[in-house]
């Protein structure tokens, strides 16, 4: 059996929190804990190719000006799309243990590969991407992930049904079924490390997909709308399983217009200190009004993951 950690939650490794947790939490259900987590996770390799299309879900106008303005229009979807920095294995090290995933099939692409995408395709596969976090998860195997597939840009059941084979084929006997209990002590002796939220119907006839997870977010660029949001949703409860909250803010055109030369980084940089304030004073656990996965951009920023994993500590007193 596992060690028992004497460290305080302050000390623990982050590339290897969950296993240094101390054993009072090793029977807390993962849904109570607090869990840093990765909004967008896969824009740190957006296509700065100009012939790569923008996603047609975006505005029209946005479209619009990227087709005749390209030039001019790109470098602004780039400083606004771009959410992470870090590659997916040192987002992992970092702390993050919840990865938003969002598939998206290439319009116009004859292969049957998939990318992420926000705004714009990245350059690496879904594929990759996923045997990237399976050699981690072999590396280091008390760690436990929750990988959210959501979107799904592009894809007809076909794909669907080669996206799952794909996720099969790479985690194999890590794939945690949907009736298992989710403590790390039962997780760590299935040895089972992945937890796949599948944001569509086809997850209800497979026994390896959990539901969508649900995701609050709040449509503010301002971080005290954001924390007012957030402070009126917990007044109603939690949900009971899974939940993020989503401490990214959103621009707007308007936004971005009036700050040309900004970028998202700027606008989180600035806005981080007053949101983590407010994360540090959250709590874990059932009751309500408690937090569950937090989920940021620029996670290697100004101690995101260690001030969302020492949350944890609460649960001890």
């Known amino acids: 059996m596992s060690e028992c950690s004497e460290l305080s939650l302050k000390e623990l490794p982050m590339e290897s929190w969950m296993s240094h947790l101390p054993c009072a939490l090793w029977d807390t259900p993962l849904y109570h804990l607090a869990i840093p987590g990765s909004h967008n996770a896969i824009t740190y390799c957006l296509d700065m190719n100009d012939r790569s299309p923008v996603d047609p ?3 029209d106008m946005l479209q619009k000006l990227d087709k005749y303005m390209k030039p001019l229009i790109r470098p602004f979807v780039y400083k606004w799309a771009i ?10 090290d ?11 099939h290439r319009p116009n692409d004859h292969s049957s590969d998939l990318y992420f995408y926000h705004g714009v395709y990245t350059t690496l596969t879904v594929e990759t991407i996923l045997m990237e976090i399976k050699e981690w998860l072999d590396a280091h195997p008390k760690e436990v992930v929750i990988l959210s597939f959501s979107h799904f840009l592009g894809l007809n059941q076909e794909l669907h049904i080669r996206l799952l084979a794909t996720i099969r084929s790479t985690f194999t006997s890590k794939l945690c079924p949907k009736t298992e209990v989710l403590t790390l002590q039962n997780l760590w002796a299935l040895g089972y490390q992945v937890i796949v939220s599948y944001e569509h119907n086809i997850s209800s006839s497979h026994s390896d997909l959990w539901p969508h997870i649900p995701y609050w977010w709040a449509n503010k660029c301002k971080a005290e709308a954001l924390i007012e949001e957030f402070e009126e949703r917990k007044q109603h409860g939690r949900p009971g399983g899974f939940f993020v909250t989503g401490i990214n803010l959103t621009e707007d055109l308007k936004y971005i217009c009036t700050h040309p030369t900004e970028s998202l980084k700027d606008l989180v940089m600035a806005t981080y200190p007053a949101l983590l304030a407010w994360v540090r004073e959250q709590t874990p656990g ?11 951009d620029f996670i290697t920023e100004r101690h995101f993951a260690p001030t969302v994993v020492m949350l944890n500590e609460k649960l001890l007193k």
């Open 57 to 59: 879900m975006q505005p």
């Open 286 to 296: 059932s009751k309500l009004g408690s937090l569950n996965i937090i989920a940021g």
């Open 94 to 104: 970092c702390g993050v243990r919840y990865c938003d995933l969002r598939i998206a």
């Open 83 to 92: 959410t992470q920095e870090v590659t997916i294995k040192q987002q992992l």
